[in-house]
């Protein structure tokens, strides 16, 4: 039942900025428990861990290589997942994908459509 929508992405140059929306839509997401995570894909490589939050508690966990540039972060009143991008390099060009499992542990079984992200040199 629950359904994650992606938007924010777009076309920026190095060193450039974006925020990423994820918003989370269905009765049956469970605050108290539920991790909401930000997954990414280049063209030709794997989908790579990129960031995730735990909504109640707020506890977050980074990927060594966007550490320090971006920052996740929930608004509960919009029901809302943010990615913000800093610094933003050449490296980081993907498909980015919010991604939702029932708790801190398991599989990550929800996940959205995507949106592109292109950083240019």
């Known amino acids: 039942q629950i359904q994650l929508v992606e938007t924010g992405g777009g076309l920026v140059h190095d060193g450039g900025s974006l925020n990423l929306n994820c918003e989370v839509f269905?009765?049956?997401?469970?605050?108290?428990?539920?991790?909401v995570g930000w997954f990414r894909q280049a063209p030709g490589k794997e989908r790579d861990f990129v960031a995730a939050i735990r909504w109640y508690s707020g506890t977050t966990y980074y990927a060594d290589s966007v550490k320090g540039r971006f920052t996740i972060s929930g608004d509960n009143a919009k029901n809302t997942v943010y990615l913000q991008m800093n610094s933003l390099k050449p490296e980081d060009t993907a498909v980015y994908y919010c991604a939702s499992r029932p708790s801190a542990y398991g599989a990550y079984n929800t996940w959205g459509q995507g949106t592109q992200v292109t950083v240019s040199s």
């Open positions: 269905g009765r049956t997401f469970n605050r108290y428990r539920n991790t």
